[in-house]
């Protein structure tokens, strides 16, 4: 107990001015937003830093699992590109070609995984050096993944799905019927979709995809099956459960999901009374 004594008396100098730094920082940060931005930038730097090393120690372990992994995603892109092709729609794809492309990818690796919070938050090892920008869309191989909401310029923070704060346009994929996806708290792989109005359709084993009604993801990406209904009796909308698609536990490599006519939907809806 002595030597902590001394170090203290030794180092008091030191220790009141980092204390006093501290406190000024924490005061910055609460009134003004510039200052609150830089320090979030310079957090997220300073998280990716600690957390890369670790990252690129375990991975070499687990390079055959990978391999694996990305063996089994590379199959299920093309058979998504031949269903596309399947479905006639080459028409359609020369059409779009001809105006740009509205959404491209980045694909971009998980340094930092949560999913015990209430507000869970991911940290990807790329940032605005790369193109990544905030409220860019992340999926996974199979559904969803989250949205950025900071970025420094090597490393980015995204909110996962898996956040009480965010809530997901959705909709069946068999029709057009749209709600609000959002997370209670409870277990990583299931999700509630709430506004779903009793006079539609619903049952266990239903397809849940992205709405696209939204700049973040482009329509049709899979989020889940439905795996438990509820009807109240004196309300007018579904208790409705969703189980993911994900394992949001067992994540690794994402992509990040940019929109190119993103600003130009942005300053329409800032528009429109």
């Given at each position: ?26 005061f910055?940060?609460n ?76 694909p971009a690796?998980?340094?930092r ?116 209904v ?44």
């Amino acid at each position: 107990m002595q030597w902590v004594l001394n170090a203290i008396i030794r180092y008091k100098n030191f220790l009141l001015y980092f204390f006093l730094l501290s406190i000024s920082l924490i005061f910055s940060s609460n009134k003004s937003e510039y200052h609150s931005s830089k320090l979030a930038k310079s957090s997220l730097f300073f998280s990716g830093i600690i957390h890369q090393p670790f990252d690129i120690f375990s991975s070499y372990f687990d390079l055959r699992e990978e391999n694996r992994r990305l063996q089994q995603e590379n199959n299920t892109l093309k058979n998504l590109v031949l269903d596309k092709f399947k479905q006639s729609e080459i028409l359609d794809l020369e059409e779009e070609n001809l105006a740009g492309p509205t959404y491209w990818s980045l694909p971009a690796k998980l340094i930092r995984n949560s999913f015990t919070q209430n507000k869970n938050l991911l940290l990807l090892d790329k940032g605005e050096k790369n193109g990544v920008a905030k409220e860019m869309g992340v999926i996974g191989t199979h559904g969803i993944i989250g949205i950025v909401n900071q970025t420094s310029q090597g490393y980015s923070t995204v909110l996962s799905i898996l956040n009480m704060d965010l809530k997901i346009n959705a909709k069946f994929k068999h029709s057009n019927v749209f709600g609000s996806l959002y997370w209670t708290g409870d277990k990583p792989n299931k999700m509630q979709l709430a506004d779903i109005s009793v006079i539609n359709p619903v049952q266990v084993g239903d397809t849940i995809v992205t709405g696209g009604m939204s700049s973040y993801f482009p329509e049709g990406i899979t989020i889940g099956t439905i795996s438990k209904v509820d009807r109240p009796d004196n309300g007018g909308y579904y208790n409705v459960e969703v189980e993911l698609i994900n394992n949001m536990t067992d994540i690794k490599y994402v992509y990040v999901i940019g929109n190119n006519r993103r600003e130009e939907i942005i300053e329409l809806l800032e528009q429109t009374p």
